[in-house]
């Protein structure tokens, strides 16, 4: 009962305080479960710069970062918390309405672990989008480095470059969004090293950290040898990425072989058991 009252309280609060707290505009209703996450994003988003100083904070800033480049990450993250605490909350009230007192211990405890494992599922949902995400970009990576190179070499400018190649990508795609973070930058006037400066915060990757630290050479090194980079950064990355492939498939080898035998015991089984029964 206690629950149901938090969570019925929880509600009045969101629908009475829905335009007077400080929500994001840019996230829509529907992601808001019902107001219910508008009151509890109140009361979570001041405390976000605290839990980000943490070191599980930090990845899950990371994550919002780059999944959420339209909106501020600290407000993505905060409502991402309110989910969470939602789901817990309705699957508590669930759990003490109807569970309580109809179930075994052994299944109310299952039904407790389900609760907390669904109140998780936005945390694991913003992890596998930002592998998603990051997969692309590392995939779409080589081409930019080969056509950046290419450009480079026929006589254009970094930036040109880095313009025309951006102009021709799908905005839709993961890297032409964390490309326009960089257009914006440099349309502000910041130096192409500087802009490509905040990737690192958004991708954790070591050819990532290359291609900035490539960008910041490049005064240093001159545009024809930062070309040669740029082109044998895109032989590494591809190299990198075969010998990934090949650890896959060898992996698959390995563990398709377990089911293969079962499937092969099952079938002799079924061969032999009308034999045996007719001895």
């Not at 009962?1 to 019925?8: D, G, N, Q, S």
């Not at 994550?63 to 407000?75: P, S």
């Not at 918390?81 to 299952?110: D, H, K, P």
Request: net charge positive; hydrophobic share 50%; aromatic share 8%.
């Amino acid at each position: 009962m206690i629950v149901l009252a938090v969570v019925a309280v929880l509600l009045i609060a969101g629908q009475l305080c829905r335009y007077k707290l400080a929500t994001p505009h840019q996230f829509n209703l529907k992601s808001r479960l019902y107001s219910l996450s508008d009151a509890y994003f109140g009361l979570l988003r001041p405390f976000l710069p605290a839990f980000c100083r943490h070191p599980i904070g930090k990845n899950y800033l990371r994550y919002a970062r780059l999944c959420h480049l339209d909106v501020d990450c600290c407000d993505a993250l905060a409502l991402i918390c309110s989910r969470s605490l939602v789901y817990l909350n309705l699957g508590l009230a669930l759990f003490a309405t109807f569970i309580w007192r109809e179930m075994a211990a052994i299944l109310q405890m299952m039904a407790l672990i389900g609760t907390f494992l669904l109140a998780s599922l936005p945390f694991v949902k913003l992890r596998r989008r930002y592998k998603e995400m990051r997969d692309d970009i590392l995939r779409t990576l080589p081409t930019f480095v080969y056509q950046l190179a290419m450009l480079i070499r026929a006589g254009a400018t970094v930036e040109s470059a880095i313009s025309l190649i951006f102009e021709r990508l799908d905005s839709e795609k993961p890297w032409a969004r964390l490309l326009s973070r960089v257009q914006l930058a440099m349309a502000r006037g910041e130096h192409f090293s500087d802009a490509f400066a905040v990737l690192p915060d958004m991708v954790q990757s070591k050819e990532v950290h290359h291609l900035v630290l490539l960008m910041s050479q490049v005064s240093r090194t001159g545009v024809y040898r930062f070309s040669e980079q740029l082109i044998e950064l895109g032989d590494m990355v591809l190299r990198d990425r075969q010998a990934v492939i090949k650890t896959i498939s060898e992996q698959l080898s390995t563990k398709l072989l377990l089911p293969m035998l079962l499937s092969m015991m099952m079938i002799m089984a079924l061969l032999v058991y009308p034999i045996l029964t007719q001895l």
